[in-house]
Structures are given as structure tokens and as C-alpha cells.
């Protein structure tokens, strides 16, 4: 078959748009979820859906029913298409995408906001920066920026809480897209959202927009169905769906003992379908006498017509205190606070600029595994923490870390005998990490036991779907 032949019959294949945009986005959300919780030792290979149009656009040949869907709106869907955007595709279809032409210069770099939409729980912003920003502080291809949304400043600036970045080089600069979840409870369709960017790639200026943000109104099932798990101390309530042009939101309800235990959903609909979910958002928190309740929304993909009912998979990864003990013993035992594991510690030894510890792990399922143990192999070098005394109860609870220059996070770690799990970490106490003024008696040994708990799969349920709610 020659190249006209091949042509010809590629652009007889009926495209099913909705199942492609599904496909892509499910392909996307899985990899974005990759690693989400602190006990996926294994991380599974994702490959992206977005191969079923990329056989097309990278052999030179893109088929007419997919240049249909971007037909409409080429220039914004095309930098939609760019960032492997479905979502944003869809709703460049539907002609729901704001179209900005907003600049600005300071410090010889232009910035240029170029579009917006507002769909579901998530708010998308794609732009421009032209490539004077090479000027400033980054690697030659790295963009970064340094911005605020409504006014707020810092860190707890709730727009920042799970906003993603995507860049690519173009000519003459950087086309860029700013994801953000929407940060609050209650939904305004319709508002203004100031943008302050302070640098970008360490270049100042205090670049200033306000940008139009719409959507129509999302169509909202309400359910509030509860599901307990008393073996576990955990209850899951789903509350509703809200449903938008392109994609859906999911609302639950969490109770739980333990406030850090992290839980996940998958969803899959009467017909199979399975849903992706994005990072979930908490939208109100308290601790009552049953437990700390948490109410987050997170996107999912958008509700099938067709589908009646949700069955939902909730796995719940554990976690325990960190143990702690003062350095001022060469042997000691310490033990999970929650689960019969154990660190049997046999010799602590400062050599020049290096503290070796020599330990048993205790409690670990019998014949692990090569893979298993290779794994564990890694997660010692992080499940240590050497702080100095004065500085344990300066770790911010919210981000917690060792101080600067007052603790050492990491360490090699070397197996001695698999059979027994004895290993070997030494620490550098003089590198990056450091301890000033370093003295063993003045110094404590935090370890966390959570990595070695496996997560736990909970019995599914199924939630029927209400006709008719708005």
C-alpha cells in the first residue's frame, strides 16, 4: 500500500471522539496519580492514551473527524492538543474556552495570557513568555514562575494547593499552561481572578492581570450514601457528583482514627467504565469524637449518560508516628506505635565525618522477596532522620522536615544478611545536610515505620445513581 492508498484509508476510519478524549484523559490521569501514596513501594508503568492520536500526528497524517473537533477554535485548540490536554480539547469543541489577548512587559520579559476555561472543580490558564526570560537564573529550557491569585501571598495561597505546570519551547519563546483545582466549597460561575507573577526564572517584575473566569452551572447528584469499615475505624460517605461540560467532580466524606492515614477511591460505573480521579482538595476538616472528618473534591472524569450506578474501591494507606531515641546509647530497641514491627539497633559508631548505625528490622513477613527487599533497600535512606535535640519540636507538622543545619535526612544504606534483615546506614556529617556542632548525646534518632505497612484494599460498595437532582 503506498502512501496515497494509506491516506485514503485512514481517513475512512470513523473517529469516536467522546471514547478518544475518554481514552487520553484516563491514560493522562493515571500517570498524573503515579506514586500518590506513601506505601506504593511498586510503581506501575502507565503508558498514555494519547498514543491513539500521536500514530496519526507523528507519521505526518492527522484524520479528518479529529481535525473536526479542533476545527472550531485551531490556534486554542491546538495549544490544548499541545499539552496533552482533553479536558481542554473537548471544551475547545464546544466553543467553552475564554480567548484572552492579555500582555504585559517588565524587565524586557513579555508575558501574554492567552486563554481560560473553567470546567468542573478545575480552572485552567495557558500563556506565553518570550525568550528574554533565558536571561534570568534557570537552566537554558526551564521555566519556572513565582506567582499568587488573589492577592494571597506565600505558600498558603489555596490555588497553589495542587496547581500543575506545563512548558514548551516555541519559537521565539514558551507557551505555558497553569492548572489550578478550585479551591473553595461553593461554586461562583462567574469571577475575576487577579494574577500577580513576582519573578519568573528569578527575573522580577510584578506582572498584573485579572482574568475573566466562567462556567455554566454544574448539574448536581446528590447521593450520601455512608459506608463503615469498623475493622479499620474508617467510615467513606460519597455525598454528590457535579457534572460539567467536560469533565465531573466527586464529593466525599472521610471519618477516621488516624488523622494521616491517606484513603483512595477507584470508581467504576454499572457498564464497567472506570473513572479517573485527580488530587483530591479539602474543602472542610474537623476532629469530633468519632474520628477526624475531612470533606475534599477531586475531578473525575465526566459521568456516562448511560450509567446508573458507581462502585467504589477504597484502599487506605496506613501511617505511624515517627519513633524517636537520643544517641546517647550504642544499643537500643524502639517500636511501631501501631503495628508489630520493631528496629532493633546493635551499634552506633562515629567514624571522622561519618555515623554508621548497624540494625535488625523485626516483625517483616517471612521470604520476602529480591524486589521486595531491593525496594526497602531505598526507603531506609529516607526513613531515618538525625535532628539535634533542641530543634525536634521546631519540625513544622504541616511540612514536616528537619531544620536547616540542625538535621540529616538521609543516608546508604548497605544489606549485611537479607535472611535476617540486618543492615548498615551511614550518615555524612558534614555534607549539605548537616548537623552544627555535632555530638551523639545531643543528637536524636527519629525512624518511621509507615513505609513498611502495606496498604489495604476495603470491601467495595456500590452507590446508585439519582434521576433528576440538579
Known amino acids: 500500500m503506498d502512501n496515497k492508498e494509506f491516506k485514503t484509508a485512514i481517513e475512512q476510519i470513523h473517529v469516536p471522539k467522546e471514547k478518544v478524549f475518554s481514552a487520553i484523559s484516563k491514560g493522562i490521569n493515571k ?4 506514586g500518590k501514596g506513601k506505601n506504593n513501594k511498586v510503581l506501575a508503568g502507565v503508558a498514555t492514551a494519547a498514543a491513539l492520536l500521536g500514530i496519526t500526528v507523528a507519521s505526518g497524517f492527522v484524520n479528518p473527524a479529529m481535525n473536526r473537533v479542533l476545527a472550531k477554535t485551531p490556534l486554542i485548540g491546538g495549544i490544548f492538543q499541545e499539552f496533552n490536554d482533553v479536558t481542554g480539547m473537548e471544551l475547545a469543541n464546544q466553543e467553552a474556552v475564554t480567548e484572552l489577548n492579555q500582555s504585559l512587559t517588565k524587565n524586557g520579559v513579555t508575558v501574554k495570557l492567552t486563554s481560560a476555561y473553567f470546567d468542573g472543580s478545575v480552572v485552567s490558564i495557558t500563556g506565553f513568555v518570550d525568550k528574554a526570560v533565558e536571561k534570568g537564573g534557570n537552566e537554558k529550557g526551564e521555566v519556572s514562575f513565582d506567582l499568587n491569585f488573589e492577592h494571597n501571598n506565600g505558600d498558603h495561597d489555596p490555588w497553589l494547593n495542587g496547581k500543575s505546570n506545563d512548558i514548551k519551547k516555541v519559537e521565539g519563546g514558551y507557551n505555558f499552561q497553569w492548572k489550578m483545582n478550585y479551591p473553595y466549597e461553593s461554586f461562583k460561575e462567574n469571577f475575576t481572578l487577579p494574577i500577580t507573577i513576582h519573578n519568573i526564572n528569578g527575573i522580577k517584575g510584578e506582572w498584573k492581570f485579572d482574568i475573566p473566569i466562567q462556567q455554566e452551572k454544574n448539574r448536581t447528584l446528590v447521593m450520601n450514601q455512608e459506608q463503615g469499615y469498623p475493622e479499620d475505624e474508617v467510615k467513606i460517605r460519597i455525598k454528590e457528583i457535579l457534572t460539567a461540560k467536560a469533565s465531573s467532580s466527586l464529593v466525599y466524606e472521610t471519618v477516621q482514627r488516624y488523622k494521616d492515614d491517606e484513603i483512595y477511591l477507584k470508581v467504576v460505573d454499572n457498564k464497567g467504565n ?3 480521579l485527580g488530587n483530591p482538595i479539602v474543602l472542610e476538616e474537623s476532629q469530633q469524637e468519632d474520628g477526624y472528618h475531612s470533606t475534599v473534591r477531586t475531578e473525575m472524569d465526566k459521568l456516562h449518560s448511560d450509567s446508573t450506578s ?6 487506605i494507606n496506613f501511617t505511624d508516628l515517627k519513633v524517636q531515641q537520643l544517641l546517647d546509647q550504642k544499643s537500643f530497641s524502639l517500636k511501631s506505635t501501631r503495628f508489630n514491627l520493631g528496629l532493633q ?3 552506633v559508631t562515629q567514624k571522622g565525618g561519618k555515623l554508621v548505625i548497624d540494625y535488625q528490622l523485626t516483625g517483616l513477613p517471612k521470604n520476602l522477596s529480591k524486589h521486595k527487599l531491593e525496594i526497602m533497600n531505598h526507603n531506609l535512606e529516607y526513613l531515618f532522620w538525625l ?5 525536634v519540636d521546631k519540625i513544622d ?3 514536616p522536615w528537619p531544620p536547616k543545619n540542625h538535621g540529616i535526612p538521609f543516608n546508604k ?6 535472611a535476617t534483615a540486618h543492615f548498615q546506614s551511614t550518615f555524612d556529617l558534614n555534607g549539605e545536610e548537616k548537623i552544627e556542632n555535632f555530638k551523639l548525646e545531643q543528637t536524636m534518632l527519629l525512624f518511621d515505620f509507615s513505609s513498611f505497612v502495606s496498604a489495604k484494599e476495603l470491601q467495595p460498595f456500590t452507590v446508585e445513581l439519582p434521576v433528576g437532582n440538579e
Not at 413 to 418: A, F, G, R, T
Open 397 to 399: 507538622p504541616e511540612n
Open 310 to 315: 458507581l462502585t467504589f474501591y477504597p484502599q
Open 387 to 391: 535532628v539535634d535535640q533542641e530543634y
Open 345 to 347: 539497633v546493635n551499634d
Open 274 to 276: 472506570e473513572y479517573s
Open 31 to 34: 500517570e498524573d496519580n503515579r
Open 413 to 418: 544504606v548497605k544489606m549485611i544478611d537479607k
